[in-house]
């Protein structure tokens, strides 16, 4: 059987030459950020790989083809087209009816890592949800992360999230959570969560060698690089916390559950914050961005 995945000549070459390649998901531009800043978004985070020689590999399901790599038209489509929201289990689906989805951290890691790309960056990590007691919503984009080898550099999860149960599954799931220069696990917006984590690293090369270790182990997760804003960057942690609770009544009074709830919760703080959490929210892929090229370059050394 032929593979069903389209991996694009550009990430195809860079990969049987052994050059660095970081793979971008499509949903934090078709769902997570708004018209017409999600174009501009999405050229600008390939841009920042291509000036250090780094090949990107954004991912998408076009007309119910899995493609590694986007060409120009590819990226206008993910970015105007109303696409689904495609994790996982969506793929076969999208498959069989030939019809598009933006992915999610979780179908764009399983993708990268079936096409052998090692190194991801995302804005922040979908995780488990506040109430997941009674609602079992837990995104699959942990589950992902247990069965696909990629390091994806994000800074950390949303504090929509419950960011304590979210670290306890990614423990259970066996998959290693590495902070970059800190110990203090970030909420995205904000550097630091009030969660602590075990391993912290200084550089680059030094998440190179823990995938390296972790291959010659023989283990199969993903690893999760936790890399928050710098300090300058991020979002006043007041403001932060008063659109949250305006978010969560919303979302709430709104009804809004299962995979609508993220866009609804990413969408209402925009437009409470004045436009503020999208300008944060877009430093923090740029920071993911530049840090998933220099480990995209420090495995491609590592493994030549
Ligand atoms: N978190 C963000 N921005 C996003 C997402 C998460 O800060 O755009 C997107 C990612 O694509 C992530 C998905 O994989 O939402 C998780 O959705 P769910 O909780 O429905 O699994
Ligand atoms: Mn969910």
Redesign the pocket.
């Known amino acids: 059987m032929t593979s069903p995945l389209r991996v694009s000549a550009a990430v195809a070459d860079a990969l049987a030459d052994g050059r660095p390649v970081v793979a971008l998901?499509s949903?934090?531009i078709s769902?997570?950020l708004p018209r017409p800043r999600n174009l501009e978004a999405a050229r600008e985070f390939e841009e920042i790989l291509r000036s250090r020689g780094v090949t990107a590999a954004t991912i998408a399901v076009l007309d119910g083809v899995p493609r590694i790599g986007l060409d120009a038209e590819g990226v206008e489509r993910i970015a105007s087209e109303d696409m689904a929201?495609a994790?996982v289990r969506d793929l076969p689906i999208l498959s069989a009816k030939r019809i598009s989805g933006a992915t999610?951290?979780?179908a764009t890691a399983y993708l990268a890592s079936k096409a052998g790309v090692r190194v991801f960056a995302?804005?922040?990590?979908?995780g488990v949800?506040r109430g997941a007691g009674q609602t079992f919503d837990e995104?699959?984009?942990l589950s992902a992360l247990a069965i696909s080898p990629v390091a994806v550099v994000s800074a950390g999860v949303?504090s929509v999230l419950d960011i304590g149960a979210t670290l306890e599954r990614l423990e259970t799931l066996s998959v290693p959570v590495i902070g970059y220069r800190t110990t203090n696990f970030p909420s995205?917006w904000l550097r630091d969560s009030g969660h602590t984590i075990d391993w912290s690293v200084d550089s680059a090369a030094e998440i190179a060698e823990v995938m390296h270790s972790q291959d010659a182990l023989g283990h199969g997760q993903g690893i999760v690089v936790a890399n928050p804003i710098p300090l300058d960057q991020q979002w006043d942690p007041d403001e932060h916390d008063r659109v949250l609770a305006q978010a969560f009544a919303a979302a709430e009074a709104a009804g809004v559950h299962g995979?609508a709830?993220?866009p609804f919760l990413?969408g209402f703080i925009v437009d409470a914050s004045g436009g503020k959490s999208l300008e944060v929210n877009l430093d923090i892929a740029r920071n993911n961005v530049r840090l998933a090229a220099d480990i995209a370059i420090a495995w491609s050394e590592r493994a030549s």
């Open positions: 998901e949903t934090i769902h997570g929201k994790s999610t951290v979780a995302t804005g922040g990590l979908g949800h995104s699959a984009d949303k995205f995979k709830v993220t990413l």
